[in-house]
C-alpha cells in the first residue's frame, strides 16, 4: 500500500511545485531522497546500557534497526577513545521515510511542548533541512513511564532541490509547519 504522504506528493504536491517553480521537466521538480535520524549518545561511554535503550527507542520509532556510531578519533578530556560506541543512526528512504515524515508534521510536532513551529532559517544552502528534538517521548510509540533516560535526536531531511528556497517550498507543501515571522 503507497503511503499517504507519497500519494499526495504524486497527485498534488508535484504538479503544484512544478508551475510554482516553472519547470516543464517532472523529474526537474524537487524531491524527497531520505530522511536521517541519529542519537548522539555521550553519556554511554560511562554506561552503555544507555545506549542499548536509545536503540531499542529508535527502531521502535523508525520501523528500522539503527546503525551503532563509533567514535573517529580519541579525546582524553571527554574520557573518549577512537572505535568506542557512542551514538546511533538510521537512513529511511522509500516508504519508510514518507510515513516517518507524515507521522513527523501530523502526530509529533504538535505534541512538542510550546510549539509554535519549526526554525524556517535550518536550512543547509542547498535545500536540505535540519531540526533537533530534545526528547524521545514525544513519539507516540514510546511509553513515557518506562523510559529511564530521556535523549535528544538530530533529524535530517535530503531534499533534490538545488537552493534553500526550492526546498523550503517543497517542505512547505508537504505541511511542515514552520514559524511565521513575528511582522507578518
Known sequence: MMPRMLDRYRSEIAPQLSKELGRTNPHAVP?????????????????????????EHLSMITGQKPVITRSRKSI??????????????????????????????NLVLPRVRDFRGINPKAFDGRGNYSLGLTDQVVFPEIQ???VKHLQGMNIAVVTTATN????????????????RDAKA
Not at 530522511?35 to 536503540?55: R, T
Not at 528556497?165 to 514559524?179: D, N, Q, S, V
Open 164 to 179: 534553500d528556497e526550492e526546498g523550503r517550498a517543497l517542505l512547505t507543501a508537504i505541511g511542515m509547519p514552520f514559524k
Open 31 to 55: 524531491k524527497l531522497v531520505k530522511v536521517v535520524v541519529n542519537m548522539g549518545v555521550g553519556k554511554a561511554v560511562q554506561d552503555p546500557k544507555i545506549l542499548e535503550e536509545c536503540v
Open 76 to 105: 582524553s578530556q571527554f574520557k573518549l577513545r577512537e572505535g568506542m560506541q557512542i551514538g546511533a543512526c538510521v537512513t529511511l528512504r522509500g516508504h519508510r521515510m514518507y510515513e516517518f515524515l507524515d507521522r513527523l508534521i
Open 144 to 146: 513515557a513511564d518506562k
